[in-house]
């Protein structure tokens, strides 16, 4: 069939609804989906959209055409899929979402058993095949059944068990779901806690009458952060579309870094199991390495993606894992990514410290000065080998390394240039040890992108 090949994305699916991705072309995704993983039982969910009923309903459809049996989990969180598919001992799972797009934007993020992601080296490119030369294996002779399922009990027992709800302080919290799925999860989660929140956007809405559910946009944070400055509150916590991701603001309404966030659960992991192994993404703050460091912890530099995020996570038995774009991920979620998990450990870190965010952040803030990622477009993916050679051409006296773009390392300044999967963009990310240091370095990486 005809198919906009785009929306197959390294990670996901995704695409503008219904001009490049629509019932149709989902029915035959679930189809191949099901067929690619040689499938018995599934389960499937959705997030909030207006679109993303009739998307599920025509997986849920394809999925069983191919005699799968189907679990419909409903409406729900990204990572609440994954704890379905665990714990129900599914052979995968699929995901109506377009995490933090914009509402005309639709996708689906697949799984297989074990929460183990499919990718663009690792199934998505089959099922895209199969879709597009109509190649995926005929029908089962017996369609397979739907039945509705919850799991939404159980899944938020198991993320209060990562923390000790008795040692929270009664923090002054201001929440944002930015109208999706954060606002099933996140009430039944602070009911249980002492936390005086403030709730913003907690009507799921897939029409986003407030702000679009991407906190990694300023315009999408200024609710959050006047009510934070407003109500004097100790910590914002923002989640995006389908809360696999949540973001931070200290009590002064500034936004915190992903890195930074990363250094801090590891540290809360590392206080609790001293020598542990944490992996991070190689873009982020050597704050991450020198906390693990302090509690003589492993900490793992790794190439950016979830899928090879998890893949490492279980090759060296780590606890932990971050990615500097809030993506958080637990060894014992099964290490998968969750977007509650975090909010709860950093309110029991700062209980358990005495400080507010903020306070915990100086000493970072005093040391580790981060140009935040800084993207350049080129006129076409053809240039990027050219520019990535004469950037390592440049810093030959440095520490470099080619695990993805390149990075370059020296004692008082470190940075990493990659490029996008989908777009001609290079992405600098660059760190120095003083604000005046890290200006210098970051325009004079970037002369040599713009060259």
Known sequence: ???????????????????????????????????????????VSRDMRLSSPGLAAAFIAGAR????????????????????????????????????????????KMVRAGAL????????????????????????????????????DGYVDMV?????????????????AGSGMAGLVAPKL???????????????????????????????????????IQTGADIGIAWDGDADRCFFIDGSGEFISGDFITALLAEAFLLRQPGATVVYDLRASHAVRDVAARYDGRALMNRVGHAFIKHRMREEDAVFGGEVTGH????????????????????ELMSKKGLTLRQLLEPFRERYFISGEINTTLAS????????????????????????????DYPDW?????????????????????????AQRRDEVLGLIRA
């Open 117 to 152: 992601p499919l990718s663009g080296d690792a199934g998505i490119g089959d099922i895209r095949d199969m879709v597009a030369g109509d190649s995926t294996p005929a029908p089962a002779a017996t369609p397979g059944t739907v039945t509705t399922r919850s799991v939404v």
């Open 381 to 408: 993916m053809a240039e990027v080998p050219a520019r990535l050679a004469a950037i390592e051409a440049r810093y030959q006296d440095a520490t470099v390394t080619r695990l993805d773009g390149v990075s370059v």
């Open 328 to 347: 958080y991920y637990f060894k014992d979620f099964f290490y998968a990514d969750n977007g509650f998990i975090p909010a709860l450990l950093i309110l």
């Open 65 to 108: 055409e191919q005699g799968a049996d189907v679990l419909d989990y409903g409406m729900m969180a990204t990572d609440m899929l994954y704890y379905a598919v665990v714990t129900d001992g599914l052979d995968g799972g699929a995901q109506i979402t377009a995490s933090h797009n914009p509402g005309a934007y639709n996708g689906i």
């Open 160 to 176: 209060m068990g990562f923390i000790d709800p008795s040692v929270i302080a009664p923090f002054r919290v201001v929440l944002d």
């Open 190 to 228: 602070f009911e249980r806690l002492p936390c005086q929140t403030t709730r913003l956007c907690f009507d799921i809405d897939g029409r986003f009458p407030n702000h679009e559910a991407n906190p990694l946009l300023e315009e999408n944070r200024r609710d959050i952060t006047e009510a934070v």
């Open 414 to 438: 470190h940075f990493n240039v990659r490029a996008s999967n989908t777009e001609p963009l290079l992405r600098l990310n660059l760190e120095a040890a003083t604000p005046a240091l890290m």
């Open 1 to 43: 069939m005809q198919i906009e090949p785009g929306i197959f994305k390294a990670y996901d699916v995704r695409g503008l609804y219904p001009k490049e991705i629509d019932e149709q072309v989902v029915r035959q995704i679930g189809r191949a989906f099901v067929s690619y993983l040689g499938a018995r039982r599934i389960g």
